[in-house]
């Protein structure tokens, strides 16, 4: 049985949210509106029209790759990536090929394990196809409203070895972009978009085989991408078995994922290696950064899903239930005042009756926790002192009680149960006071 | 730097790299002017490899504030193709790319 | 003294009622009618909005005679070349491509030439897409030579020159990115000017080449230069490449002394003068300037024999990027109507920016071109002004050099360092030869620094006509 590796990388496309575009001050909100309503001569690539780079787009690359602990690259540009598509309407894209604002960054997973990242970088959005039929002719049906609009990329290197962990990957990178709040990365409406490439390592009795790898396309879902992944390992195992055919600089290929059929299919026949004739964008002059400013970025990072999780985790709290209350500031408020200042309260306890759902963090959150851990008062002396306290303080109850009124009895083991904080026992509490009661005052 | 004359078939290649469909009696006719020009320019390869000074200070790290302002109407942007349908503009069907 | 007027005297005599701005731009569209069939300086002549134009200037005149204060080229015509988008006026390119494009927005210089009040005529002839050092590359018909009909005007912004030397517009706007604004004045006998990089605003013009394109203008003389360029000059929010140094007052700054200005002559260039009447013309000039009490020296620019190969891989890589928006869908008409040397340069800049060519020829372009950008770099430490040639001949005859690419991309040897290099230069006439054509020689400073180029420039003008 040859033993198999999957080698997976992962690009992701993270839609910004800035207002405007990444080189014209046309809306970058887009999603929804009539088509070509909202273009200029800069994205729609009219002649004469010339780029200029939306600054907090990129601070928010910057962001974003110091938050993915990448080392930022102080000086940087710009580059052409050159090719001819309709939805493309400069025949080419503003992207960044060699000095990437951000580069060798990492994700840690939970089990400890490094996904490395190679690069985080700034790019424009292309216009959106739209394929339809008409009078019997299959055409298409271009909107440049998303055209220019601010694009990060960010790729990591062929390190993750299963389904499992591009998942894992992916919810981290998906958490760490909401964190730092650069984008609402909303997977319905294309705001965060994957790419997996697959391939696998076959060792068998002849030796160490790499098969050809594998880009797949069209995937809007951390589960597709999952499922996507894994359907596409067993493809090329099996294709393997069969062909023997191994990965070479030009035999990378592109393929959808079909979300009915859970399976990948070819997108193109024949693939030639794509020549994009990078060269840096001279319409665009190079960045220099000040390491200062880099720093101030950082230093004003919000804290990011990992420190949150830890920070609860040492309070007590359990890894798992820490994962899911970090996001609720209103629940994590009461943790730590909680952790603070009452110390006989068991944080581990309280964040898991949260998390269940027994303690309504809306209400009286100590009482409820009190009556789900209480403790009955077993010493009847004490029982009796709290009992003497109450028929003290309450002549009125225990006159009307003697006279009759029987109600008055539920009244003033009520008023027990609240002195004693709950620990006594109801039933305990009414034999004694009747006891009392009956003595007569 | 790339010797020996460029051929027809890369004349081909290059015209379909920059989308431009060129016939047969044009690809012979520009490659022998494309062969002089590529072997002309060929001669920077006789420029020694020493690392040039640093330019002074020139423009650098120009960006704008992020700030909407008002974009074209539709009937602006599309007015000028001769190809549209509703807002739209269109093409025969391509063949999904990336 | 050009008979032609300028456009000191234009608002001179505007201010003075010697005639209404209105009569004035009709003698101009008059003649332009009558004169351009011949020269086929413009492929499109706006005369109902420029008529429209004037009537209005006449109105703002008769409010308020101060208003030269506030648009210093009010009533002036001129035209701008055919690469100049001009907001829902025909826009071609020089190009059957474009042949019926209306931009939806004017070039950032189109405006402001506008708001300072001068009043356009048409579009100008030019190479298509700016390929070309004569004019034969439009699609609409080279322009001729108004000082000989059977040579052309220069290029590629053919249209300009001609369209000022035959005194059609006062001035018109150029572009220079090889030598485009400063030869074809040199051919025409007018004033050319190329900015350094980054001084005037590419915002909505066709681009050629984006690390080379300088706006320019031609002029019928230095002053003119000098005063259009504190119009056309400074930053703009839709340029990220243009420069936010100050703009200087240019025309106050003419008359400085000029003597023990120092005066490079590249030794480089000395040999190559073969022509007869382009030596003369150089000769004449250094003369002038010794007279002037100049002192002339001999500096070394040991890089400048690669320029024009540096030249010919940078331009048609940026090229062959820049045209790539050209595909019919939203604007214009389908590749094939690119021209030869279009397709040409496309071709060229694809091949040397490809995989497995790129480092060896745009790279090392790149790498030579900084080089001479340094060579200059130590010869302005040197001296204060370079003397240069501006092309290898006077104008051409039509048809004389369109057989052979090559050797049209050799005749750009004066011209094209300055573009590497991003510094400025100004073409200025010195005479005619025996023929009546034009010679010329063209002054070159160091970045940001045409105000003493005009200084020089306008003092050397002087003395030629004394």
Redo the contacts between chains.
């Keep these: 049985m040859p033993e198999t590796t999957p080698i997976i990388g992962l690009e992701v496309h993270v839609e910004l949210t800035t207002d405007s575009k990444m080189f014209c001050a046309c809306s970058a909100d887009h999603f929804g509106k009539e088509p070509n309503s909202q273009t200029c001569?800069v994205c729609?690539?009219?002649?004469?029209?010339?780029?200029?780079?939306n600054q907090k787009a990129i601070e928010a690359t910057l962001k974003l790759g110091l938050a993915l602990n990448c080392c930022v690259n102080l000086q940087s540009h710009f580059d052409?990536k050159?090719y001819?598509y309709?939805d493309l309407?400069?025949?080419?894209q503003i992207s960044q090929y060699q000095h990437p604002f951000c580069s060798e960054g990492q994700i840690i997973l939970d089990s400890g394990k490094i996904i490395r990242v190679e690069r985080v970088h700034l790019e424009e959005d292309t216009g959106k196809l739209q394929h339809t039929v008409e009078s019997g002719k299959k055409i298409s049906l271009?909107d440049f409203n998303r055209s220019g609009v601010p694009l990060v990329e960010i790729v990591s290197y062929p390190d993750i070895e299963s389904a499992a962990e591009a998942k894992e990957y992916l919810k981290k990178i998906h958490q760490i972009i909401r964190a730092v709040g650069v984008s609402t990365a909303d997977m319905e409406k294309g705001q965060m978009r994957l790419e997996p490439t697959v391939n696998v390592q076959i060792n068998d009795e002849t030796g160490s085989h790499f098969t050809p790898l594998v880009e797949i396309k069209n995937i809007n879902s951390f589960n597709f991408a999952a499922t996507a992944i894994d359907y596409e390992i067993s493809r090329q195992v099996e294709q393997f078995s069969k062909d023997k055919k191994e990965k070479t600089a030009s035999n990378k290929q592109t393929r959808g994922f079909d979300n009915n059929r859970k399976t990948t299919f070819v997108q193109r026949q024949k693939e030639e290696a794509k020549?994009y004739?990078?060269?840096p964008e001279?319409?665009?002059?190079p960045f220099v950064f000040e390491v200062s400013l880099i720093a101030s970025i950082k230093a004003c990072l919000p804290e990011l899903p990992e420190n949150k999780i830890q920070s609860l985790v040492s309070l007590g709290v359990e890894s798992k239930y820490a994962k899911i209350l970090y996001t609720d500031k209103s629940v994590t408020d009461i943790l730590y005042h909680f952790a603070k200042n009452m110390p006989d309260v068991n944080i581990g306890k309280l964040a898991s009756f949260i998390a269940n759902k027994k303690i309504r963090v809306e209400g009286d959150v100590y009482i409820q926790y009190q009556a789900l851990t209480r403790q009955r008062i077993n010493d009847q002396s004490e029982l009796e002192k709290f009992i003497d306290t109450v028929i003290s303080d309450n002549h009125r109850a225990v006159t009307d009680y003697q006279n009759g009124k029987t109600n008055a009895l539920g009244f003033l083991i009520g008023q027990v149960i609240k002195v004693s904080q709950c620990q006594a026992d109801p039933q305990t509490v009414s034999r004694l006071l009747l006891e009392k009661l009956g003595l007569g005052q | 730097?790339?010797q020996g004359k460029?051929t027809p078939e890369?004349?081909k290649k290059?015209?379909s790299?920059?989308?431009?469909?060129?016939s047969a009696p044009?690809i012979n006719?520009?490659t022998p002017?494309?062969a002089?020009?590529?072997d002309?320019?060929?001669?920077?390869?006789a420029?020694e490899?020493k690392s040039?000074?640093i330019?002074?200070e020139e423009?650098q790290s120009?960006s704008?504030t992020d700030e909407v302002h008002p974009s074209?109407t539709s009937k602006?942007?599309l007015?000028?193709?001769?190809?549209t349908q509703k807002n739209y503009?269109v093409?025969k069907a391509v063949i999904d790319n990336d | 003294m050009t008979k032609n007027k300028t456009i000191s005297q234009i608002t001179t005599e505007l201010a003075c009622k010697k005639y209404s701005v209105t009569e004035l731009i009709k003698e101009y569209l008059d003649r332009i009618k009558s004169e351009n069939p011949k020269l086929n300086a413009f492929i499109t002549i706006t005369e109902k909005e420029a008529l429209q134009e004037a009537q209005e200037a006449d109105k703002t005149l008769s409010q308020n005679p101060n208003i030269f204060l506030e648009k210093p080229l009010l009533g002036v015509p001129l035209a701008h070349k055919d690469l100049f988008?001009t907001k829902n006026i025909k826009?071609t390119?020089g190009s059957r491509l474009?042949e019926n494009?209306?931009?939806?927005?004017s070039?950032t210089v189109v405006k402001k030439l506008s708001k300072a009040g001068a009043i356009s005529l048409g579009k100008l002839n030019c190479d298509a897409w700016a390929h070309g050092a004569s004019g034969e590359n439009s699609d609409f018909g080279p322009t001729i030579n108004p000082a000989d009909p059977t040579r052309v005007s220069g290029g590629s912004s053919s249209g300009s020159a001609a369209a000022v030397a035959a005194d059609l517009v006062t001035f018109a706007t150029g572009t220079d990115t090889g030598g485009s604004t400063r030869q074809p004045a040199c051919f025409c006998g007018v004033i050319g000017l190329k900015p350094t990089y980054?001084r005037v605003s590419?915002?909505?013009?066709?681009?050629m080449?984006?690390?080379l394109d300088s706006i320019g203008h031609l002029t019928q003389n230095v002053y003119d230069s000098a005063l259009v360029l504190e119009t056309t000059a400074g930053p703009d929010?839709?340029?990220?490449?243009?420069?936010?140094l100050k703009v200087e007052e240019y025309t106050k700054l003419l008359k400085k002394p000029v003597e023990k200005l120092k005066i490079g002559i590249i030794k480089e260039y000395q040999d190559g003068l073969t022509d007869h009447d382009v030596a003369g013309s150089f000769a004449l000039a250094k003369s002038t300037l010794e007279k002037m009490n100049c002192q002339i020296k001999e500096i070394s620019l040991p890089?400048t024999k690669?320029s024009?190969?540096?030249y010919?891989?940078i331009m048609p890589?940026?090229v062959?990027?820049n045209?790539?928006?050209?595909?019919?869908?939203?604007?214009?008409h389908t590749?094939?109507l690119?021209g030869?040397e279009a397709?040409?340069r496309?071709?060229?800049g694809?091949?040397?920016?490809?995989?497995?060519?790129?480092d060896?020829?745009?790279l090392?372009?790149m790498?030579?071109r900084?080089?001479i950008?340094?060579d200059f770099?130590q010869a302005f430490a040197d001296v204060d002004i370079i003397l240069s040639p501006v092309a290898p001949t006077p104008a051409f005859k039509l048809g004389e050099k369109t057989n052979d690419?090559?050797s049209m991309?050799l005749s750009d040897i004066y011209t094209v360092t300055a573009n590497l290099a991003g510094i400025p230069g100004i073409a200025i006439p010195t005479g005619k030869n025996s023929s009546n054509l034009p010679l010329g020689v063209q002054f070159l400073a160091n970045h940001f620094q045409e105000a003493k180029l005009f200084n020089l420039a306008y003092q050397f003008e002087q003395h030629l006509h004394a």
């Excluded at chain 1, 729609?44 to 780079?53: N, Q």
């Excluded at chain 1, 309407?89 to 080419?92: A, F, T, V």
């Design positions: 001569p729609l690539g009219l002649p004469g029209a010339l780029p200029v780079p052409r050159q001819f309709p309407p400069k025949g080419y271009i020549d004739r990078y060269f001279p319409d665009i002059p | 730097m790339a460029i890369e004349v290059i015209a790299l920059a989308k431009l469909n060129l044009e006719k520009f002017q494309l002089a020009i590529i002309y320019v060929g001669q920077l390869s420029v490899e040039p000074p330019p002074k423009v120009v704008r074209l602006s942007a007015g000028q193709s001769s190809s503009f093409t | 988008l826009t390119a474009l494009y209306l931009p939806q927005y070039a980054g590419r915002s909505g013009i066709v681009a080449a984006s690390s929010p839709y340029d990220a490449t243009s420069s936010n890089h690669y024009v190969a540096t010919y891989i890589a940026e062959s990027s045209l790539a928006r050209y595909d019919g869908l939203r604007y214009g590749r094939d690119f030869d397709k040409r496309i071709m060229i694809t091949y040397t920016l490809s995989s497995g060519y790129y060896a020829y745009y090392r372009a790498k030579v900084q080089l950008k340094a770099s690419p090559l991309y």
